[in-house]
């Protein structure tokens, strides 16, 4: 039996056993008169998840949307993320594993940056690859972690050009494929 197939018997046998539960605790003496209910809206699906009223959020012209929050530490530091909402899951049996190539593909150059130029430049201002500019591809997310001084107004225009990059401009050079392929 798949995982997804074993997650939909669990979730069935754990909503089965809260009904039965639930039921068996409300069962009354047979004459007695049941009384109504009261709703359980704190656990409502469609209730909105609550924010941080410390959060900005908004949404571009271009549909892009953004959360901004300041943070004092650590100082001079800005944490840049894009977050694509495609993973794995999106992939056919013989695609397996493209989400991810994607997500290196990034790093081996864009429309503004060529070959691993953005990681040369973001070495030269203290960002290492790896420990602090890094990126994963989980099974429903494509996450690029960009943390940079913001001592520059520069670092960071060039760090939003990056990403934006990766959002619209990675180039796909068939060297850098062939590499990357394995």
Do not use: C, W
Not at 25 to 30: D, F, G, L, N, V
Not at 43 to 50: K, M, R
Not at 90 to 111: C, P, S, V, W, Y
Not at 150 to 172: N, Q
């Amino acid at each position: 039996m798949s995982f997804f197939s074993n997650l939909s018997v669990t979730a069935l046998v754990t909503v089965m056993i809260a009904t039965a539960a639930e039921a068996q605790a409300t069962a009354t003496k047979p004459g007695t008169k049941i009384a109504a209910k009261a709703p359980r809206d704190s656990f409502a699906l469609t209730a909105a998840l609550p924010v941080d009223p410390a959060v900005r959020i908004g949404t571009l012209p271009n549909g892009i949307r953004y959360y901004i929050r300041r943070n004092a530490k650590p100082e001079q530091r800005a944490e840049l993320r894009l977050v694509v909402n495609a993973g794995s899951i999106l992939e056919d049996d013989d695609q397996r594993g493209l989400a991810h190539f994607i997500e290196h593909m990034a790093f081996n150059g864009t429309k503004s940056f060529a070959k691993n130029d953005i990681v040369k430049y973001l070495e030269s201002i203290g960002v290492r690859f790896g420990a602090d500019l890094n990126a994963f591809t989980s099974f429903d997310e494509t996450v690029y972690i960009l943390p940079v001084p913001t001592d520059s107004a520069g670092i960071l225009e060039k760090s939003f050009r990056f990403l934006g990059d990766v959002a619209t401009g990675i180039v796909f050079d068939s060297t850098e494929v062939v590499a990357e392929r394995g």
